[in-house]
């Protein structure tokens, strides 16, 4: 994977952070990744840099002995009507456990956020992570049709049925009822959007990459908020000091990070170009730490 990171460009990756936020085709996306197939590098080694490799990737297994996985609908009323979601528990837990909610990026729930719940799992917490596509048939298996399944539903709901599985988690019989949350670059922004609505009832998120809340919606966070940017995501990195002004004026436990030659997606693993393997290492740590601390303490 690091050799793939380091043989392509941060122009290549761009185009690849263009195409997954709806900027352009997937044709448009192909052509363009031409110009990168330079110094003996094909088209074909450029497009494999860039796209997800879910089964490559994967650090535990679908069917690990030592976690319990399983699919769950949850009612949304408010939303789309129901949301449905991939859960995950130790195996062997005996009482009630801490949950976690862990939020996609903008393509549904793919096979490389379904192995992130189960990482967690694997630290001793309840991981639940709902699918956003639910109510368009949910994740079709392809992180194009994801993409372009994902830009159909009506976000307003969406939000809603995130909402209503961060409930759900808390009011299950087998957690402990103190949760937090963690997401993705668009996960991200709802994590910090279930920090502002979900006020007490919510006790950590950690955002990756995410979009930050309104600064008049800052004060209504109770949550401890941990924020991971990579350096060179320069649209976010930017909007930060203003996040964490607003987190400090608010009294609001928080820490935030900016990860030295990381770009945005450093955490996911399955895209090589992107992933920043010493970045993740440090920010997940950081996230069991947080969750632990203000979750589980």
Known sequence: METKQSKLPAEAIELYNLYI??????????????????????????????????AEAQQVPKDDKRLKTDYQTVPSPQGNGSIKGYLARPAGASGKLPGILVIHENRGLNPHIEDVARRIALENFMAFAPDGLTSVGGYPGDDDKGGELFRTVDRTKMMEDFVAAAKWLKARPDCTGKIGATGFCFGGGVANHLAVVMGADIAAVVPYYGQAPAAADVPKIKAAVLVHHGETDTRLVEAWPAYEAALKAAGVTHEGHIYPGAGHGFNNDATPARYNKAAADQAWKRTIEWFNQHVRG
């Open 21 to 54: 936020h709806g900027g352009m085709s997937r044709r448009d996306f192909l052509e363009g990744a031409r110009q990168f197939a330079v110094g003996g590098l094909t088209v074909a080694a450029v497009v494999e840099g860039l796209l997800p490799n879910y």
